[in-house]
């Protein structure tokens, strides 16, 4: 063989290599956890990042708004732009109906849910198009409302307005609970200005990514900060 190519062959570890103490061996066991720890982290934001960048407007039964802040009844600017893109959706006939979910706070007198239904309506959508649906305090329990209503009327299939990088989580728990889903996710508004504030959506999804697929359950109460 061929110096050259030698050199390109990983040689075998010694024996010396396994005639270590015992510290070194729990430091190479550690290394090889955090390596994989670390690599499965980052293809994991990979994941949110690639899925937050798609952008899937099939003809569907339905369009899910997934519901966030409002004040009195007025959506807040990043439930509104999630709106607004359910909005044009709608108008260009990707789904007959819109929709909205989202429960409210301790003394609200609306919630997300019907303060967006109310947004839709003063935006010309037919009061038969829109269906609210007032549950839900996160993202599995909101669905899961969802997925209840659209089993009894037999639709299958949706369209899950979202922000970006929450659309990887929300499309996972939607076919986990039997709904054909894809994203389209509003790319305007506050949860998509600046680089920080997109660094720290894609960083918390991640983690909430990972703990759904983990234990099947909504992210914990510290992980819904919202990050603008």
Not at 121 to 130: F, L
Request: a positive charge.
């Amino acid at each position: 063989m061929d110096l050259s190519l030698r050199r390109l062959v990983p040689r075998p570890p010694s024996a010396s290599w396994f005639r270590v103490p015992w510290w070194r061996w729990a430091a190479r066991i550690v290394a090889v956890i955090v390596g994989i720890v670390l690599l499965g982290s980052v293809l994991t934001f990979g994941q949110v990042w690639w899925v937050g960048r798609g952008d899937d407007r099939r003809v569907s039964d339905t369009l899910i708004v997934l519901g966030a802040s409002q004040y009195d009844g007025r959506p807040s600017a990043i439930l509104a732009a999630r709106l607004d893109h359910a909005l044009e959706l709608y108008r260009a006939g990707v789904a007959p109906r819109i929709i909205t979910v989202g429960g409210n706070q301790p003394g609200d007198r609306f919630t997300e849910a019907e303060a967006s239904g109310s947004y839709l309506r003063d935006r010309g959508v037919p009061s038969s198009a829109v269906l609210v649906v007032p549950q839900g305090v996160d993202t599995l329990s909101s669905l899961t409302a969802v997925a209840g209503l659209m089993d009894s009327r037999q639709w299958r299939s949706a369209v899950v307005v979202t922000d970006r990088w929450h659309s990887l989580r929300s499309r996972a728990i939607a076919a986990d609970l039997g709904v054909d889903a894809v994203t389209s996710p509003a790319t305007a508004g506050p949860a998509n200005r600046g680089f920080g504030t997109q660094i720290r959506y894609i960083l918390r999804e991640g983690v909430g990514y990972r703990f759904y697929q983990l234990f099947h359950r909504a992210s914990p109460s510290a992980a819904h900060t919202p990050a603008v």
